[in-house]
């Protein structure tokens, strides 16, 4: 997906005026916060997530050790693994596949890494229609290729009446307004392409080393269509997602659901272990499983390998106070909320993203629901620092920051400079008390009063009142 | 032999010095209530906290090397906020993670470190409070306080010592404020749609007031009611509503 997150500042203004998605933007918040909330009473939180973290770490140890028995064992059952370092290798790997098995039409279960791939683009300069299954994908594919918003539910932006809109317009017919028959008409929109597919391409919610299986969690029942009944199924995803047995699978799902869409569990688990063997009732004949890292690897043994964690569940995003007032699409790459700040960046490169890792409260709220405890703020603070570093901030902040820190450290110089700045705020509020126009200070001052500082600092105040103290205390008598 | 109080460290922290140094005094007043000996550490800045969340570690290193060593050896620090005492207790580590002493000096400072109500209520443990409010109150749980110090039922307790006072809570009680530091200097609309929401349920509360803990959500609050053309609803910091220094009228 093109990088846009350097539209941040633009974007963000454009969201907020969105009444439209303001609504559905409210609705996200409430019902994904307590859906969440609701589920996770079911199971004790601290000590399964204490568990996940565990698990997740002693993959990240040993990585490599972990992708080898992978590969091992996938290989083992008839799957083909390959390795791509980058997103636009991981596409040419899928192209060359579809091209090897005369692949005509792809039907395509939902998947962020496909995203960072931009693998219909790719297919389709190929001369292979991809046709993406997942309701929101699809939604989003035949409204020109909008980017997902979202990455468990990729159009939470838009509400039932758009998409009654958009289909009557694609698929030239009557509008309904029912969701059941909405998703009916996209079930007969789809059905034939299932039917007719050569090839399905999927993500990887998991990958199980100790059996080179596939894990797919879902709720649409899509995914099978794409992985059962295709002569060829390609799953792509992060080289971080490998997990080294069942076990810890159990751990991960008991999480994944709860914390991503408030459900017990998915309707669906698929657990995919190579080809159909000899005697199988279904399968595909070819499996490729393809690997990427697009930065994932540059992120171990660094002070961001706790990002690599993640099992993209969403929580993070839908409990963000700035998520839940701008939405996904103003971060402007695959990746949106507190995980997406933290992983555009570190994949695409701080300098294209400088506001991600900036536009964020530091409320904490994040780490508390992330299921896999990763201390999303202190990564965030982590980028600002090598922002600053870096001299990626405006040279003005650099400045008031080294003469803010000069002065702060040197009491008097301190309390000198306070009085008279603080002498200056009071007269700009005449007596009113407060402020309303500061430029200095735009941001706060457009939406905000500034209420005007104190006649006399607390300092100086204590420091009379100690006078006064000592002289009542000292000579004369009581 | 009167038995010895304990002494008690104040800081005061930059924003209730420079812009509501009223709440420094009630502070002082309740800790003196609670019968402890206070000593406000002479030249008192700031924590560091606005340049380490800048990312400009060496600023906030330099602010933490004098903080600490203007406020370790007492028996208590008390902080009337809950981000600058995480700040100090929970991110100073973090600042002298490659220097032994420095964090050997903070773990002895750690332990006797505390947010305000929290002192007062788990530390103290005071029976009586001097304030006294007629009238219905909401609280505001800071980020900083309730997600880095576990402040939540300590306000809520003291609150409820207050003869006259009923505590409605709002709706998302424990949502961020939009505040954020700096982040309400930059990213001011969406800061300002966030505090929308928190005045929101403010207002649908009824309540004559909202009480709170940290300086930066005040500022914010308050800004943004009074923008929007409320004088009535007083924003207070829970200092001053337990010490009984709150004017009847609008603030």
């Known amino acids: ?478 | 032999m009167t038995a010895e109080k304990p002494r008690v460290a104040l800081f005061v922290t930059c924003l209730v010095d420079l812009m509501r140094p009223e709440i420094g005094f009630s502070t002082l007043k309740l800790l003196e209530h609670a019968d402890c000996e206070v000593i406000v550490p002479e030249g008192q800045t700031c924590c560091g906290q606005p340049a380490y969340n800048a990312g400009d570690r060496r600023t906030a290193h330099q602010l933490a090397v004098r903080v600490l060593a203007q406020i370790e050896g007492f028996d208590y620090v008390v902080i009337p906020s809950g981000s600058c005492a995480g700040m100090i207790k929970v991110h100073y580590l973090d600042l002298f993670v490659n220097d032994p002493e420095m964090k050997r000096r903070m773990g002895d400072l750690i332990p006797k470190l505390f947010e305000l109500t929290d002192f007062l209520a788990n530390v103290v443990k005071v029976e009586t409070i001097p304030g006294k409010i007629d009238g219905q109150v909401t609280y505001h749980d800071s980020c900083s306080g309730l997600r880095e110090l576990g402040i939540s039922a300590q306000p809520r307790a003291l609150l409820e010592k207050i003869p006259g006072l009923k505590l409605v809570e709002m709706k998302n009680c424990q949502s961020c404020c939009g505040f954020g530091g700096a982040f309400s200097l930059k990213y001011g609309n969406v800061s300002a749609a966030i505090v929308d929401d928190k005045v929101n349920n403010i207002h649908a509360t009824g309540a004559q007031a909202v009480v709170l803990g940290d300086l930066g959500c005040m500022l914010n609050i308050e800004g943004r009611l009074r923008r929007l053309g409320d004088e009535r609803t007083q924003v207070l910091h829970i200092a001053q509503v337990l010490a009984g220094d709150v004017a009847s009228g609008s603030q």
């Open chain 1, 1 to 478: 997906m093109r990088v846009q997150s350097m539209h941040f500042q633009a974007r963000a203004g454009e969201k907020l005026a969105d009444t439209r998605l303001q609504k559905n933007l409210k609705k996200l918040a409430e019902k994904f916060v307590s859906a969440r909330a609701t589920v996770m009473q079911e199971i004790d939180y601290e000590a399964t997530r204490q568990a996940a973290v565990e698990r997740r770490n002693r993959v990240l140890d040993r990585l490599d050790v972990w992708i080898e028995i992978f590969e091992q064992n996938a290989k083992a059952r008839g799957a083909t693994v390959l390795f791509a370092e980058t997103p636009a290798q991981a596409s040419e790997l899928v192209v060359e596949i579809a091209k090897r098995h005369d692949v005509k039409r792809v039907t395509k279960s939902k998947s962020m890494v496909s995203e960072e791939m931009a693998l219909n683009a790719a297919l389709e300069a190929a001369g292979v229609e991809s046709v993406e299954t997942d309701l929101g994908e699809y939604i989003l594919q035949i409204n020109d290729n909008e980017p997902p918003s979202h990455i468990i539910a990729p159009v939470i932006h838009k509400d039932k009446e758009e998409v009654s809109d958009l289909f009557s317009r694609v698929h030239q017919k009557p509008k309904l307004t029912d969701i059941g028959e909405l998703t009916r008409e996209a079930r007969e929109a789809l059905r034939p392409k299932f039917l007719s597919s050569d090839m399905g391409v999927t993500g990887g919610n998991f990958l199980i080393a100790e059996t080179g299986s596939v894990a797919i969690v879902t709720n649409e029942g899509n995914e099978g269509m794409c992985t059962v009944m295709p002569r060829v199924h390609v799953a792509v995803t992060g080289i971080e997602k490998i997990l080294p047995t069942f076990e810890d699978f159990a751990t991960m799902v008991r999480l994944l659901t709860r914390s991503a869409t408030g459900q017990s569990i998915s309707n669906y688990i698929s657990l995919l272990t190579g080809v159909r063997a000899p005697g199988e009732p279904d399968g595909p004949d070819h499996m490729y499983v393809v690997l990427v890292d697009g930065g994932r690897s540059s992120l171990l043994g660094s002070e961001f390998q706790e990002m690599l964690r993640c099992i993209r569940c969403g929580a993070c995003m839908n409990h963000c106070p700035v998520y839940q007032k701008i939405g996904g699409h103003a971060y402007g790459w695959v990746y949106p909320g507190p995980m997406g700040s933290v992983l555009t960046p570190s994949y695409v490169g701080l300098e294209n993203a400088l506001d991600l890792p900036q536009a964020a409260t530091m409320c904490g709220e994040c780490h508390v629901v992330c299921p896999v405890a990763i201390p999303l703020p202190n990564l965030l603070r982590k980028l600002r620092e090598r922002q600053f570093d870096r001299h990626l901030r405006p040279t003005a902040e650099r400045f008031l920051m080294a003469a803010w820190g000069f002065v702060a450290v040197r009491p008097n110089l301190y309390a000198l400079l306070t009085t008279i700045s603080n002498r200056f705020l009071r007269s700009l509020g005449r007596n009113k008390g407060r402020i309303q126009h500061l430029s200095m200070v735009k941001d706060w001052t457009d939406f905000r009063d500034l209420p005007t500082p104190a006649m006399k600092t607390f300092r100086e105040l204590y420091a009379d009142r100690v006078a006064r103290t000592d002289s009542a205390t000292s000579g004369g008598p009581r």
